[in-house]
């Protein structure tokens, strides 16, 4: 079993940064690929980006390329994610979560959720 913790969101104006950050315990990352979703108001869940487990590979959803990059740390049991150029439409609970594969397979789910952290970007 993985328990993941999601940290880092906050307010921010359009244009900012923020670096939002998953911890897990219970057993190492290593052998997960590793997620970022969103969910704003009013709408599902969806995918943000994803890393393999070794971060050999990574993908993005349209929206975020560019501007949003994931990675991890595997020594440290954290996987990242930095936000840059945020835009009003990026305001949503943003959650990690863990793959049971090392390689992220296109149309899967995590097994494993976080709890999810609060990202607003508003002037």
């Known amino acids: 079993q993985v328990q993941l913790v999601e940290s880092g969101g906050g307010l921010v104006q359009p244009g900012g940064s923020l670096r939002l950050s998953c911890a897990g315990s219970?057993?190492?990352?290593?052998?997960?690929?590793m997620g970022w979703f969103r969910q704003a108001p009013g709408k599902e869940r969806e995918f943000v980006a994803a890393?393999?487990?070794?971060?050999?590979?990574?993908s993005y959803a349209d929206s975020v390329k560019g501007r949003l990059t994931i990675s991890r740390d595997n020594s440290k049991n954290l996987v990242y994610l930095q936000m840059n150029n945020l835009k009003p439409e990026d305001t949503a609970v943003y959650y990690c979560g863990a793959y049971l594969s090392l390689e992220v397979v296109g149309g899967a789910s995590p097994a494993y959720w976080g709890q999810g952290t609060q990202v607003t970007v508003s002037s």
């Open positions: 890393i393999s487990w070794n971060g050999g590979s990574t």
């Open positions: 219970g057993r190492t990352l290593t052998w997960y690929a």
